[in-house]
């Protein structure tokens, strides 16, 4: 484990609130050692800094009350949503107030002929989808976890599906938020575009908590394709598989999905899902389109991965077969984590200009090698984003040293390629001495506007900034 | 003419700063009156308040300078772009520095590997796909003036491309930028995506350069189609068209643009394009993708396009043909111009749910009857944006106490239809009032970002805040 700095703490003004805040919500504020642990830090290589209590509001005013509380007493706040994000973004190194979403989970409207739905932010993306599927609709965005809509919106969310459908801050049109001072606000309407005034959709979306806690999402919503189609195929090298994405994203086609597994990621699956594909570099891809459209795009991909030596090249239309395929590549953090069962798993996320991709993940598999870590990769290599799960045992002191001299090395390396050591996880509390790297000086306008809408700084404090 | 509200001026400090930068600048700086006026507002309904001086930097070092040296004085410094803005963007209300950026107009980097450039502010997009087109490769955003990519970022523009390709938001990577002090900041980088830290990029994108003068963008690009085809088909009723509009979206029909002129619009066209088509309202189609792609998008297109009472069904695929099509889209302007020759246009910018567009197109052509004005309509309906080009005599008083209040009852309404009172044009000094009652409280967020970024209010002062 990674300590994670402490900050003071306003012990009495903790207190106080947690009083004003029993009386209010009673059961819905818990205090117990297990909640609370449970609400900091739980996932891989940063310390649990737990908050003092975790509250549960049912309502935009029920979070607006939480945060007047706090606000007048000085106490930090710290939105939870499903605790699934990566950089420590949940911990409360001052202490604080965790204020736990999953209660307002309710799927408010959907506008099926706009093509939007309104949501409160503890809906999972999982839920959201289930709640839709009989109208023919559909959520993309897929970062793995069934994490909450609010915890994505916080922390710019992305995965397997962005590479056609963007990210979040390109399928929300608009938010609610209850900002540091207790107000309410809207960001904006169901437009799908507004020049409306400085967009504050966007600067709530990715600002992980920091800036306010958002209660409700405006989303947009996708038609599901009259066809999905899957395909896979397996290439003598890295830099062969990552030449062939290049050219299918330059040919314009609009492929949904396209996945990287390297070779040892391929024997990860192989081992954890019972498959028996070539342990070299694989590609998986899915199509959404018309009948002919998926097809086609299949038929194009495969001619392209023809040029770059790719083998074994198999497309399918069935759902069972598509969905194996896609089971085992969201089982990946667990199949990798078998390579090493006593280890625990290191994810990093850079994300470079695809023409560096290539270069870019080879040479990252050869420092693991030089330092003598296991490191799968896997990525969304449509847009030039990868990650590796280093496998760690984090009680010896020379490998955590070896993790973090990769993890600085890997980051330092994407951000020379004019990319960003965060493709989809945030900065949290592990990433914030590479923003500045990353940014410089635009990182202290950063702080200008996060000390004029929070002054007393109690939202989040100590992430990003 | 409307009357823009004048502000106080720093006549000491404006003097101060012409005599530096006259030093520095030499024949780049200008201050005859025909240049000054020219800089001021000179499209449609606002006064011109023209700016004391017109700088000319050719470089990002330049402006630096420039803006070292107003806030210095605390002197306003006001962007130009092409000066094709509509709601007075350009106007100088306080007198100040307007910094012309036509000679930052190099394309600095084209990574066709990566789909991505990286071009000066003052490069418009009619020069950039010029360049572009050699390498298969375009920049989609198209708001009809060929006006420059940095003042399109500033405004948050967008066009025709819109519904397929997004708005300025969506097609900028990142960028580099002059900020209130006078330092220079990026950010971002060429990733594709990015969680690092505060989205910076998007909140100068829209922010009409009230924080910051865009000095330098790294834009996405697209490849340009195999196949681009286009059609056009007449509708007995504005709310038909809308309809089949409706569904073509909801079908997930890829239409690159979706355009609705409505049955005075299209008059125009016939008599200022030579064209005869139907005196009824109409849709104007391109379809990009493969071959197969595009002629299937126009085949369903066509089947929707028939169960709403769509007729003259007509899909071109030669270049010829589509291009006097859009030519006369693209001359809507002028076309609308000679329905009442001693006229000047007022353009309106609302945008709603798709769902409420044909109840709101329909109610604007009542309320214009109403009022006896004259108010053709062009829109972007795949997104729910269209325009009203109200054509009126400004010294008529009586007229343009009407033009005032239709346009106060159109943005009115379509706040109410939980839409935009702006879906490209901006707030700058026109929509102020309207940004307050389509976001309320909202804007008072927006206010403490601008005090904290420009605390002495120098950049671009009078808009949007």
């Given at each position: 484990m990674v300590q994670a700095m402490a900050l003071p703490r306003n012990t009495v003004g903790i207190e106080t609130v947690i009083g004003i805040l029993k009386q209010r919500f009673g059961d819905r504020l818990q205090t117990g050692s297990a909640i609370r642990e449970q609400h900091g830090h739980t996932t891989t290589w940063i310390e649990n800094q737990s908050p003092d209590a975790v509250v549960f509001p049912r309502s935009t005013e029920d979070v607006a009350e939480i945060i007047k509380a706090c606000a007048a007493h000085k106490v930090p706040v710290i939105a939870f949503g499903t605790?699934?994000?990566?950089?420590?973004?949940?911990?409360?190194p001052a202490g604080g107030i965790s204020v736990d979403?999953?209660?307002?989970?309710?799927?408010?409207?959907?506008h099926a002929s706009d093509l939007d739905c309104v949501v409160q932010p503890g809906v999972t993306r999982e839920d959201l989808n289930t709640h839709l599927r009989d109208q023919g609709l559909?959520?993309?965005?897929?970062?793995?976890?069934?994490?909450?809509l609010g915890g994505m919106a916080a922390t710019r969310a992305s995965g397997t599906n962005a590479v056609r459908y963007g990210t979040m801050k390109d399928n929300v049109l608009s938010l609610e938020a209850v900002m540091p001072d207790g107000k309410i606000i809207r960001t904006?309407?169901?437009?799908?575009?507004s020049s409306a005034g400085y967009d504050l959709t966007r600067l709530l979306i990715g600002a992980e908590g920091t800036l306010g806690i958002i209660t409700e999402l405006t989303l947009r919503l996708h038609g599901i394709p009259e066809a999905i189609s899957s395909a896979r195929c397996s290439f003598p090298t890295v830099d062969a598989a990552c030449q062939a994405v290049m050219m299918t994203i330059q040919y314009g086609v609009p492929v949904a999905r396209i996945e990287l597994l390297d070779e040892m990621s391929v024997r990860a699956a192989n081992a954890y899902s019972g498959l028996s594909l070539p342990e070299t570099p694989l590609l998986l891809l899915e199509f959404h389109g018309s009948d002919n459209g998926a097809a086609e795009q299949a038929e194009t991909f495969g001619q392209i991965a023809q040029e770059f030596g790719g083998t074994d090249f198999t497309a399918t239309s069935t759902t069972e077969d598509r969905n194996k395929l896609w089971q085992a590549r969201h089982d990946m953090y667990w199949a990798c984590l078998q390579l090493r069962p006593a280890a625990r798993g290191i994810s990093t996320d850079v994300c470079v200009p695809i023409s560096r991709l290539a270069e870019c993940v080879t040479a990252t598999q050869n420092k693991a090698s030089e330092l003598g870590l296991l490191a799968p990769i896997v990525g969304h290599v449509g847009d030039g984003n990868f990650h590796t799960l280093l496998l760690i045992d984090m009680e010896n002191a020379d490998e955590m040293t070896k993790a973090g001299e990769f993890v600085g090395w890997l980051n330092d390396m994407a951000i020379s390629m004019d990319g960003t050591c965060t493709g989809e996880h945030g900065i949290g509390q592990g990433k914030r001495p590479y923003l500045t790297k990353e940014l410089g000086s635009a990182v202290s306008y950063m702080a200008a506007i996060k000390s004029a809408l929070d002054p007393d700084n109690i939202m989040n404090p100590g992430k990003i900034i």
């Open positions: 605790g699934t994000s990566l950089e420590g973004h949940v911990n409360a979403l999953s209660q307002m989970n309710k799927v408010l409207a959907v559909f959520f993309p965005i897929d970062p793995g976890a069934n994490a909450s904006g309407h169901r437009a799908k575009k």
